[in-house]
Nanobody, 124 residues
Framework: QVQLVESGGGLVQAGGSLRLSCVVSGRTFSFYTMGWFRQAPGKEREFVAATRWSGGSTNYADSVKGRFTVSRDNAKNTVYLQMNSLKPEDTAVYYC?????????????????WGQGTQVTVSS
């Protein structure tokens, strides 16, 4: 079984920074995808960033390019989302997700395993 545990959410002032962490436990995979998504109240879940563990490639939504960075620590089996220059419109519940295959980067339905979500609130 695969489990995801998130941490790092909180309240931050506009222009500030937060780093989210997602630890993956259970079965290991030689090649899989790790994604970050977010969902604001009344809005649909949207893609934020992703990395493919084995290849190291990354992908970002246009709205966060230049501000957010996804990275990983293989020894700790942990993926991070560094969020800089935060804006009020970044306020949402952030989720990490993974799949043993290579799902579509930006499509929620193609990810098999999900974390519990962590709240990020950016004040103006």
């Amino acid at each position: 079984q695969v489990q995801l545990v998130e941490s790092g959410g909180g309240l931050v002032q506009a222009g500030g920074s937060l780093r989210l962490s997602c630890v993956v436990s259970g079965r290991t995979f030689s090649f899989y995808t790790m994604g970050w998504f977010r969902q604001a109240p009344g809005k649909e879940r949207e893609f934020v960033a992703a990395t493919r563990w084995s290849g190291g490639s990354t992908n970002y939504a246009d709205s966060v390019k230049g501000r957010f960075t996804v990275s990983r620590d293989n020894a700790k089996n942990t993926v991070y989302l560094q969020m800089n220059s935060l804006k009020p419109e970044d306020t949402a519940v952030y989720y990490c997700a993974t799949d043993p295959s290579t799902p579509l980067w930006t499509t929620t339905a193609t990810y098999r395993y999900w974390g519990q979500g962590t709240q990020v609130t950016v004040s103006s």
